[in-house]
């Protein structure tokens, strides 16, 4: 089993629709918990971090559940700009991010 | 201020050649990592330095790739000899600390294609 697993997708929806990324992480111990984006054939760049208590970051809002490891990642109003593939990371104390496989959005005009 | 600078950005070599690749970190960025990718999938960890320390290298395929970072700054990662399946993009990233803030920069990787 992958310690994170995401559905690839790909998610096609149209610009202003509302979507939602889940993520699972097997690790229980683990501690750091991130959303990265990555645009085609770009390299990763950190979105947002993931807090407990939820978080959100203009159109972007990021949820933990640690009861049933997971995390979410929800964009609100989309953009044609937000089309790239998602990529959930986690980190288990001093090791180095793990990352899942990524979730590939396109915004459709 | 530069980024995470990498090079080559492409190489093609034939399988059995050897190939190496560059990178330089962030200035002042003590944590310096290698990522493979490959299509389709997220970037897996090859090694962690802190410093001039391998702190985490246990995902490194010890018997044909090799790392070094001698003096704490730039790295190198050399594949010899390489395999078809070594066809990847190679990623180095870096950041202030250890890897639990999630602030890793990364450059803009280096393109393998083995024939």
């Known amino acids: 089993r992958k310690e994170v697993e995401q559905d690839p997708g790909p998610f096609n929806v149209p610009e202003g629709a509302t979507v939602a990324f889940n993520c699972t992480y097997s690790?229980?111990?683990?501690?750091?918990f991130f959303w990265y984006r990555q645009d085609c054939r770009k390299e990763p760049k950190l979105l947002m971090s993931v807090y407990s208590s939820g978080n959100e970051d203009g159109r972007f809002t990021a949820q933990l559940n640690r009861a049933s490891q997971y995390i979410s990642l929800l964009i609100r109003d989309s953009k044609l700009s937000d089309s790239a593939t998602y990529l959930c990371v986690v980190s288990t104390g001093r090791r180095a991010l793990t990352f899942g496989s990524g979730t590939r959005l396109q915004v459709q005009p | 201020e530069a980024g995470v600078v990498q090079s080559p950005r492409y190489k093609i070599i034939e399988k059995k050649q050897p190939v190496a690749f560059w990178c330089n970190p962030i200035s002042g960025h003590n944590t310096l990592y290698w990522y493979l990718q490959n299509l389709g999938q997220g970037p897996e960890l090859l090694i962690r330095?802190?410093?001039?320390?391998?702190?985490?290298d246990s995902q490194l395929p010890k018997d044909r790739f090799s790392a070094e970072r001698l003096k704490g700054v730039d790295s190198t990662l050399k594949i010899q000899p390489a395999e078809l399946g070594d066809s990847a993009v190679y990623l180095c990233?870096?950041?202030?600390?250890?890897?639990?803030?999630?602030?890793?920069?990364f450059g803009e990787g280096s393109r393998l294609t083995v024939l």
């Open positions: 990233a870096s950041s202030l600390a250890v890897a639990g803030t999630g602030e890793l920069f």
């Open positions: 690790n229980s111990a683990s501690q750091s």
């Open positions: 330095y802190e410093n001039e320390e391998a702190v985490d």
